[in-house]
């Protein structure tokens, strides 16, 4: 089966400054990558996410990399802002069903 | 708010007790997940419907889970004979049914066996 690595497990920002947070996955047949968002006490939220044939995805201060040859993919945050902290999780799908596997997450907190 | 809707929020039962909980995904969806997740830790996954057909369940899932998804529409998750281990949120997922398609979570449901 699949096994997705997260790091780093937190990571303290200051406002303004970026955050990247990297997952690599093991099964190379692993071809949809989302990344969520979760807010304590609610259920995680879609914010970005990667189709295999795609290197690259953009959407406003949130980016996606993917580098099928080794395996990794990253989320990159501009210009962070307070409400940016919560818990963020990467996944990877491998099989036709669709069910993801998660990373152990990343703790962002933003200070102003 | 994704449309996906799961009750109750809190469950607080007893070692030994049944629960169920019930999962509301978004109408047009007929992909359907259960992931159960501890804390400080992902979302693992339990089990998939595509429409009412239950077609993967985790290892994680016990003899004493049963999920169901009668006509396709909302689905419950019974755990019987509930054991501490058991206290986690129970999140639902929905999807369309298509190649690259976006999962969309509930709130979860939070359970605490005492």
């Known amino acids: 089966g699949e096994n997705v690595e997260q790091h780093p497990s937190t990571l303290s920002v200051q406002e303004g400054d970026s955050a990247v947070i990297k997952c690599t996955y093991s099964d190379s047949a692993s071809n949809y990558f989302p990344w969520y968002k979760q807010e304590l006490g609610k259920g995680p939220q879609l914010i970005i996410d990667i189709r295999s044939n795609v290197g690259e995805k953009k959407d406003q201060r949130i980016a996606v990399t993917l580098n099928k040859t080794a395996k990794h993919f990253s989320l990159h945050i501009t210009e962070t802002q307070p409400e940016d902290s919560a818990v963020y999780f990467c996944?990877?799908?491998?099989?036709?069903?669709?069910?993801?596997?998660f990373g152990q997450g990343t703790i962002l907190t933003v200070h102003p | 708010d994704t449309g996906v809707s799961q009750d109750p929020r809190h469950k607080i039962t007893k070692r030994g007790q049944n629960v169920t909980f019930r999962c509301d995904p978004i109408?047009?969806?007929?992909?359907l997940y259960w992931y159960r997740q501890t804390l400080g830790q992902g979302p693992e996954f339990l089990t998939y419907?595509?429409?009412?057909?239950?077609?993967?369940k985790s290892r994680l899932l016990s003899d004493r889970f049963s999920a169901e998804r009668p006509k396709g529409s909302f689905s419950t998750l019974e755990i019987q004979r509930t054991e501490q281990g058991d206290s986690a949120m129970y999140l639902c997922a929905s999807s369309r049914n298509r190649v690259y398609y976006e999962q969309y979570f509930g709130p979860g449901t939070r359970l605490t066996v005492t």
């Open positions: 109408s047009e969806h007929n992909r």
């Open positions: 419907f595509q429409n009412e057909a239950q077609l993967e």
């Open positions: 996944a990877a799908r491998y099989n036709s069903y669709g069910k993801l596997t």
